[in-house]
C-alpha cells in the first residue's frame, strides 16, 4: 500500500523504520554493556560495525532515495554480521556467556536473526522498490526521519565511547575464540 500511492514516501517510511530498529539494536547493546559490565569481544563489535553499516545504507536511502547500491551496502553489511554472528554460535566450546537469555535465547542467537530479518528486509525492498538509480530526491527529509536519523548517529557515538572507556585503543575482551578448537570467547553480547 506504501508503495502504490508513493514511492518515494513508502521507500523512506519503511526504510526509517527499519533505521529505528537497528538503533533500538544499538543502544539495546549499549545497556546490555552496562547492567552487566561485559567487554564486549572483538566478534560482537563485528556485528555492531555491521548494524552500524547497514544503518548508513538505510541512511542513504532515506537521504538520497533507494538505490540498489544502498541495499547492497546493507546486504554486505547482512553477510557480514551472520558471519560474525554464526562463528560466536557455531564455537566449538559453545556461545560465549553474555548475560541471562533474552526470552529464552541468548543474545548471539537474537543477533543472528537480526542479521536474517536485515537479508529478508533487502530482499522485499529491492523487488518492492520500483525507484531505481541513485537519485537525489528533491523534497526534503521529513522531521521524523530526522529525528530517527539522529538518533541512530547518538547511538553510533554512545556505543564508541563506551566501548573506548571500557576498552582503551586495544581489542577488547579475549580472541581466543576466533580460531577454530580454541575456547570461545567469554565477553558480552551485540
Known amino acids: 500500500m506504501l508503495f502504490s500511492l508513493n514511492p518515494a514516501r513508502g521507500s523512506r517510511v519503511i526504510n526509517t523504520l527499519a533505521l529505528l530498529g537497528i538503533s533500538a539494536l544499538l543502544y539495546g547493546a549499549f545497556a546490555w554493556q552496562l547492567l552487566f559490565g561485559s567487554e564486549p569481544c572483538p566478534l560482537c563489535l563485528l556485528q555492531r560495525a555491521a548494524f552500524v553499516m547497514a544503518g548508513v545504507g538505510m541512511v542513504l536511502n532515506i537521504r538520497l ?3 540498489p547500491l544502498h541495499y547492497a551496502m546493507i546486504l554486505a553489511a547482512a553477510l557480514g554480521g551472520l558471519v560474525a554472528a554464526g562463528n560466536l554460535l557455531l564455537a566449538p566450546a559453545g556461545p560465549p556467556r553474555a548475560g ?10 537474537w543477533t543472528f ?10 530482499v522485499l525492498m529491492l523487488a518492492a522498490d520500483r ?3 541513485d537519485n537525489a530526491l528533491k523534497k526534503p527529509v521529513a522531521l521524523p526521519a530526522l529525528i530517527v536519523m539522529g538518533l541512530f548517529l547518538l547511538a553510533i557515538l554512545v556505543n564508541v565511547a563506551a566501548t573506548s572507556l ?25
Open 113 to 122: 536473526l537480526a542479521f536474517c530479518t536485515l537479508l529478508v528486509f533487502c
Open 166 to 190: 571500557q576498552c582503551g585503543l586495544g581489542e577488547c575482551g579475549p580472541v581466543s575464540g576466533i580460531a577454530p578448537g580454541a575456547p570461545a570467547p567469554s565477553g558480552g553480547g551485540v
Open 65 to 67: 532515495g533507494p538505490s
Open 100 to 109: 541471562p537469555p533474552l526470552l529464552g535465547m541468548s543474545v548471539h542467537s
Open 131 to 133: 525507484k531505481w538509480g
